[in-house]
């Protein structure tokens, strides 16, 4: 079964960190891109950043430059979002998704969660003030 599941989110103060993994299962990421989004109480959900697997390829939304660094593993079939400098507006279900890199770029100011061709379960990052 092609899955990708989302974890490492939690409870963490503002200035703190958190990394976030991405992790395929029944397909390899090689020539995907992969996009990790949010969706905050009572918003739609938005993208944050990708990857391009392969290539290295990256991109980050402005509120998140600086902050957050997306990185990729192929042993272990992984993306990684590393967190940090944490705000209270980062409070939000994160989520990973699989398409191609065109796709995936566009979905990040585009949208178009709900087309893209492998979507993950979220995981909740809450930060306190």
């Known amino acids: 079964e092609v899955q990708l599941q989302a974890s490492g989110g939690g409870l963490v103060q503002a200035g703190g960190s958190v990394r976030l993994s991405c992790t395929a299962s029944?397909?390899?990421?090689?020539?995907?891109?992969i996009g990790w989004f949010r969706q905050a109480p009572g918003k739609e959900r938005e993208g944050v950043s990708c990857?391009?697997?392969?290539?290295?390829?990256?991109y980050y939304v402005d509120s998140v430059k600086g902050r957050f660094t997306i990185s990729s593993d192929s042993a272990r079939n992984t993306v990684y979002l590393q967190m940090s400098n944490l705000k209270p507006e980062d409070t939000a279900v994160y989520y990973c998704?699989?398409?191609?890199?065109?796709?995936?770029?566009?979905?990040?100011?585009?949208?178009?969660?709900?087309?893209?061709?492998?979507r993950g379960q979220g995981t909740l990052v809450t930060v306190s003030s």
């Open positions: 990857i391009s697997f392969s290539d290295g390829y990256t």
């Open positions: 998704a699989a398409d191609t890199w065109g796709n995936i770029r566009m979905s990040m100011f585009m949208g178009g969660w709900e087309d893209l061709k492998v």
């Open positions: 029944g397909f390899t990421l090689d020539n995907y891109g």
